[in-house]
């Protein structure tokens, strides 16, 4: 009897339904994105006759490269698999990224995210608070801790950055070879490898990839725990969670998807409901810090990292700008005068939601239009990473197309495999496709831009793995991991 007939009809439906929703995200962002490669490739072609040629071949021969790699990791054997995984993969997206370093540099704009995040971790050798602070400090102080090393040199953001991809990589060879085998964990990890926007982000100072660590770490022990009912090991799962929350502040979102998971997937009610109390209540524990300041310093009693989360609704519902950042609102933002960053955000979120309510019709049109901001480009990390060359270039429209294209691929897999997997979803598959849902759901309301979208893409690769393989492939333990 499989885990998914142990269970009740109304899980098993929940089940179901959580999985069809994500297959139904990532689908309609393979259309949009789909659309944006369309246009990509139209504006190419209208310019073939000067440089058409050598673009052509500049993303042509990448993709070659990319289909031979998936078409001979589906046809090794699964002994040498065996061998050389997940050794061969890892070294590879290693590899790549270094290879990126070395050619790009390390971006410190006036004012933006990079610029804002090495001042931040330059402030705690300062002595800054190295935990709380209005923006989360996760990224910050472990930068922080590199540079008190080695000294204040931003090329260190590129080694952190590559660090984690590294632990990404590996999280996610785990978590898809327990679930669906090793050719699928392999296939996940060499797509994650060249991702162009995942390898372009490592130059960068951002968040995403170590966020993206941490999270695919989270899943892959709460899917490990759960299956195996082992309450240490998914109340480690918890832990990692909470620190993923001082990088990014929708973690505190996604509890409730990893605190649902046991009790959707247990055979036993009761034992879901132990594993689930004790990965929230060790999520709760860790973020104390954040809490206890929250609620001396603001008398909120809140679980966010962030000051800004009014702020970023008053901006997600900006209709002229379709929920974008823009100098109209930070304009406003300027001139309105305040005692701390918290109490402000806190009265721009009413005006936020005034916003929302004031013409809810129209509000709805603006979410479909910030859906589209947020899944359908995926060329943002070549102008970061790049910043000198030129938005006309023949090597800057090249990388962006097949960035573009990679990125299509991906999703449309990935919707596919969430399809495929909506009969029996087993931790693993219900964690990946909660936190995709959630972060749909959350920019509905919230700020978007096209790189809030990046630390998804490590989970499209894993539920991609599962039609790449090219067959449907038994779990690997009775209860699915």
């Not at 699964?78 to 890892?90: D, K, N, S, Y």
């Not at 070395?102 to 610029?115: G, V, Y």
């Not at 954040?290 to 008053?314: E, K, M, P, Q, R």
């Amino acid at each position: 009897m499989s885990a998914m007939a142990s269970r009740s009809r109304p899980a098993r439906v929940i089940g179901s339904t959580i999985v069809l929703a994500a297959a139904a995200v990532s689908a309609l962002a393979a259309v949009a994105a789909s659309s944006l490669l369309g246009g990509m490739l139209d504006d190419r072609w209208a310019t073939f006759g000067r440089t058409g040629f050598v673009g052509l071949v500049a993303w042509l021969l990448p993709m070659l490269l990319i289909g031979a790699g998936i078409v001979s990791l589906r046809r090794v054997s699964e002994g040498t698999l065996a061998r050389w995984t997940p050794a061969a993969p890892l070294v590879l997206l290693v590899l790549v990224r270094v290879g990126a370093i070395l050619l790009a540099p390390t971006p410190l704009p006036a004012d933006n995210d990079p610029r804002y995040l090495h001042e931040l971790a330059v402030g705690v050798l300062d002595g800054g608070n190295p935990v709380v602070a209005p923006r989360p400090m996760g990224y910050s102080t472990l930068l922080a801790t590199l540079y008190a090393a080695f000294g204040v040199h931003p090329f260190l953001a590129e080694i952190l950055n590559l660090g984690a991809a590294a632990l990404a990589g590996w999280a996610l060879f785990t978590l898809v070879d327990r679930r669906w085998g090793r050719r699928a964990a392999a296939l996940a990890v060499f797509v994650y490898a060249i991702v162009p926007s995942q390898v372009l982000l490592v130059t960068t100072i951002f968040t995403e990839t170590v966020y993206a660590a941490l999270l695919l770490s989270a899943i892959a022990l709460a899917g490990r725990g759960v299956a195996a009912n082992r309450t240490l090991v998914v109340a480690g799962a918890g832990l990692v969670l909470a620190l993923s929350q001082y990088v990014r502040p929708l973690s505190q979102a996604f509890l409730a998807i990893f605190a649902a998971t046991p009790l959707l997937t247990a055979r036993r009610w009761t034992r879901g409901a132990i594993l689930a109390v004790a990965i929230s209540c060790t999520f709760l524990v860790a973020v104390t810090p954040i809490v206890v300041n929250n609620a001396t310093v603001h008398g909120a009693l809140s679980l966010s990292s962030s000051s800004y989360g009014g702020w970023s609704l008053f901006v997600g519902a900006n209709q002229e700008h379709d929920g974008r950042f823009n100098p109209d609102d930070q304009a406003i933002l300027a001139a309105t005068p305040r005692r701390t960053v918290w109490e402000q955000s806190e009265r721009f979120g009413q005006l936020g939601i005034e916003r929302i309510t004031s013409d809810p019709a129209a509000f709805a049109e603006l979410a479909v239009r910030k859906f589209r901001v947020l899944w359908a480009d995926d060329t943002y990390a070549v102008s970061n990473a790049f910043p000198g060359w030129e938005p006309m270039s023949i090597r800057h429209d090249a990388l962006r197309m097949l960035s573009q294209t990679v990125y299509v691929g991906v999703v449309v897999l990935a919707a596919l495999g969430f399809w495929q997997s909506r009969l029996d979803p087993s931790p693993v598959v219900l964690l990946l496709a909660g936190v995709l849902v959630i972060v749909a759901a959350a920019h509905i309301f919230v700020e978007v831009q096209p790189r809030y979208h990046a630390y998804i893409v490590p989970f499209l690769c894993a539920m991609a793995a599962l039609p790449l393989a090219g067959r449907r492939q038994a779990p690997q333990t009775p209860a699915s991991a």
